[in-house]
Structure formats: structure tokens, C-alpha cells
């Protein structure tokens, strides 16, 4: 397993597995303390996994967490996504700064987002499975979310929306969303 820098978000990494494929499929490892401590992270402040399954053409996003923010690593372990990072710390470097990437079961590259950046992925695939590896226990009073369609992001969306939360639908601007998570 090989750790990437994300040029387009300071602090962001690509974790990419070494497969080891044979005529039964393949073998790799998606987590290694090892490699994420050779990078500055800390492998045991991860506290919770998550998992979403979506349908193609369903988004989920833009979301982020208010307070201290969340750092999460993100895999499609089944199908395939177009996923999408927004930094929003306003003391990085790469402040505003977007990053896209294609997810999928057949590379299982895990993508780390630092706290205090945004994010939201769109389903290529008939069906995908996202697992999530959290940073901090989920508090819904420190959710924040962003219109996915914000003029100011122009976020390239591959595929015409098919499903969304309410919660997704009814976010509010880029603008009104970083005024929330100051509050």
C-alpha cells in the first residue's frame, strides 16, 4: 500500500492497495496502521465506520461538520463513484480549493479528507457500498450541509440527480453554509 498527496486539498491522501489478483478474484489490504502513521495521521483516532449503499445516479452531499470537524477515509468497496472534496479550513493553503476522483471496487483506494473539508460523492454504478472511517462519534447537532448545485463550486456532477436526502435538497449556498459552520 502506497500513500499519494492530493495536491488540489493540503492534508488529503490517496491510500492505494497492492492487489493480489489469481483466478479466484483478489486479495487487498484497505487499512494499514503502518502506512497512515508514515503519513502524520494517527491510526487510532479513528472511532467509528459507516457504510452507505446508493443506487446510480443518487448524491449525498455536499456534508461537513461544524465545531472541530470530522477527518474521515472514504472507499467504494462495491461499484463505483465520482466523489468530491472542498476545502473549506480557512487557514489552508488550498482554501476553496476542489479535488474530484473516481472510487471503485476494482482499485479500493481509500481517499483520507481532513477535518474542516467538505464532501460528497455521486453513484456511477447500478449499486455502490461506501464505507466511511470516522474520526470522531457522529453528533447530527454539528451537521452542515452545502447545496450541491452552488454556482460558486460548479461542481462537474457526471450523471443527472436521481435521489437525494431532503436534508440534500434543501441545503443551503455555499455562502449560508460557511456562515453555519462558524456558529
Known amino acids: 500500500m502506497k500513500a499519494t498527496k ?7 491522501y490517496l491510500f492505494e492497495p497492492t492487489p493480489y489478483a489469481d ?22 483516532a479513528f472511532v467509528q465506520d459507516s457504510l452507505s449503499r446508493s443506487a446510480r445516479g ?9 465545531g472541530a470537524g ?13 466523489d468530491v472534496v472542498v476545502d473549506l479550513r480557512t487557514d489552508s493553503p488550498t482554501y476553496r480549493s476542489r479535488a474530484f476522483f473516481e472510487l ?3 482499485t479500493q ?12 460523492f455521486q453513484t456511477l454504478a447500478e449499486t455502490a457500498d461506501v464505507s466511511y472511517r470516522i474520526d470522531r462519534p457522529h453528533d447530527p447537532a454539528e451537521d452542515v450541509t452545502i447545496a450541491f448545485d452552488d454556482p460558486e463550486l460548479a461542481i462537474p456532477w457526471p ?25
Open 6 to 12: 492530493v495536491p488540489e486539498i493540503t492534508g488529503a
Open 23 to 44: 483466478e479466484r478474484g483478489f486479495f487487498c489490504r484497505t487499512f494499514d496502521a503502518d502506512v497512515v502513521r508514515s503519513v502524520g495521521l494517527d491510526p487510532d
Open 58 to 66: 443518487v448524491l449525498r452531499g455536499l456534508h461537513l461538520r461544524s
Open 70 to 82: 470530522e477527518a474521515k477515509l472514504v472507499r467504494c468497496s462495491y461499484g463505483r463513484i465520482f
Open 104 to 106: 471503485s471496487d476494482e
Open 109 to 120: 483506494v481509500t481517499l483520507y479528507i481532513p477535518a474542516g473539508c467538505a464532501h460528497g
Open 159 to 183: 450523471l443527472p440527480v436521481t435521489s437525494m436526502s431532503q436534508r440534500d435538497r434543501e441545503a443551503p449556498s455555499l455562502a449560508e453554509a460557511l456562515q453555519q459552520k462558524e456558529s
